[in-house]
């Protein structure tokens, strides 16, 4: 039996950004040859009372920012209630089979200040055992 890691690659995706109320944060792209789907996860390190927090998968033929248009459908939104009610919370965004070889993902806010922690991408690949990239310094599995 094979764990998560042998069947999944991990990557790290772009760093923290700091508050503001109209962020548009591009992570790394990433090459989709060789790869199912691709989910990306950011957590919510602050929040003021309604600022929308997104999480936008976007898509391209070339490995470019400029090409890069939003996947309809594959958009994680959240509104802040009152002020620090999405600290400590997470989006995800999934997309199965883009139709363009490139994706990214893009952290949006707008209306009130939002802050994000890292942007990781977990990658489902058409083969297994995968090998975990560069940005994996190490893994480790046990089963009992």
């Not at 039996?1 to 508050?19: K, P, Q, T």
Request: aromatic share 6%.
């Amino acid at each position: 039996m094979r764990g998560l890691s042998d069947n999944l690659e991990f990557r790290y995706m772009g760093a923290a950004v700091s508050a503001g109320s109209s962020i548009d944060s591009n992570s790394i792209r990433i090459d989709m040859t060789g790869y199912e789907s691709v989910t990306f996860y950011t957590t919510i390190t602050d929040s003021v009372a309604t600022g929308v927090a997104t999480l936008e998968i976007q898509q391209s033929d070339a490995d470019s920012d400029d090409d890069m248009t939003a996947v309809t459908g594959a958009a994680a939104t959240a509104t802040s209630a009152t002020n620090d009610d999405l600290n400590g919370t997470g989006l995800v965004a999934e997309l199965r089979r883009p139709a363009k070889r490139y994706v990214q993902a893009t952290r949006k806010s707008s209306a009130a200040n939002i802050a994000y922690g890292e942007v990781i991408a977990i990658l489902k690949p058409y083969r297994t055992p995968v090998t975990q990239g560069a940005t994996i310094s190490d893994t480790a599995y046990v089963s009992n």
